[in-house]
T-cell receptor
Framework: KQEVTQIPAALSVPEGENLVLNCSFT??????LQWFRQDPGKGLTSLLL?????REQTSGRLNASLDKSSGRSTLYIAASQPGDSATYLC????????????FGKGTLLTVNP | NAGVMQNPRHLVRRRGQEARLRCSPM?????VYWYRQLPEEGLKFMVY????????ESGMPKERFSAEFPKEGPSILRIQQVVRGDSAAYFC??????????FGPGTRLTVL
């Protein structure tokens, strides 16, 4: 059974700092991995999707990496801004005929002006 | 191109009542997933449906919960005889076959 862990559970940084969010998983047989952002009381916004054959994906100030052999993914946020404050969720798709996602509990990020 | 739509956004029910949550997938998407987010918990998979078929309901509680995705109209998640422990945010996602899932804004159910 796939288990997803996100560390730290909460992170507070000053504006402008570069930061890394971590996601680890127990079963390396994955189809893809997604990072989402969730604002309080809102839905999920997909940030980056990494296919199992890829090592990383970049979008603007965000960079996500994937290392299946060690069961880890990181989300790097450069030059953080107060608007980046949200909960960041890591989710794995183990593929096959059922593409259900297994989520971590998230990292609550606060960027202080 | 409208995204995944869910309604209502907020739903309040008293214990013992029924809750019906609706999800309209994105245009062209034939696959629907329901997830539940309990307070202080991560999102948990509940059920995966295609038109007129339940593909995987391994995450659904055995009693009181049911889901459908008819040939016409939205997908419905139905909770009978709600209890306080059902209070949560319920998210729907849709996708094309074997493709990225897109999430709706969620329905926040409060059971009094």
């Amino acid at each position: 059974k796939q288990e997803v862990t996100q560390i730290p559970a909460a992170l507070s940084v000053p504006e402008g700092e570069n930061l890394v969010l971590n996601c680890s998983f127990t079963d390396s047989a994955i189809y893809n991995l997604q990072w989402f952002r969730q604002d309080p009381g809102k839905g999920l916004t997909s940030l980056l999707l990494i296919q199992s054959s890829q090592r990383e994906q970049t979008s603007g100030r965000l960079n996500a990496s994937l290392d299946k052999s060690s069961g880890r993914s990181t989300l790097y946020i450069a030059a953080s801004q107060p608007g980046d404050s949200a909960t960041y969720l890591c989710a794995l798709n183990s593929g096959g005929s059922n593409y259900k996602l297994t989520f971590g509990k998230g990292t609550l990020l606060t960027v202080n002006p | 191109n409208a995204g995944v739509m869910q309604n209502p956004r907020h739903l309040v029910r008293r214990r013992g009542q029924e809750a019906r949550l609706r999800c309209s997938p994105m245009k062209g998407h034939s696959h629907v997933y329901w997830y539940r987010q309990l307070p202080e918990e991560g999102l948990k998979f509940m059920v995966y449906l295609q038109k007129e078929n339940i593909i995987d309901e391994s995450g659904m509680p055995k009693e009181r919960f049911s889901a459908e995705f008819p040939k016409e109209g939205p997908s419905i998640l139905r909770i009978q005889q709600v209890v306080r422990g059902d209070s949560a945010a319920y998210f729907c996602a849709s996708s094309k076959p074997q493709n990225e899932q897109f999430f709706g804004p969620g329905t926040r159910l409060t059971v009094l």
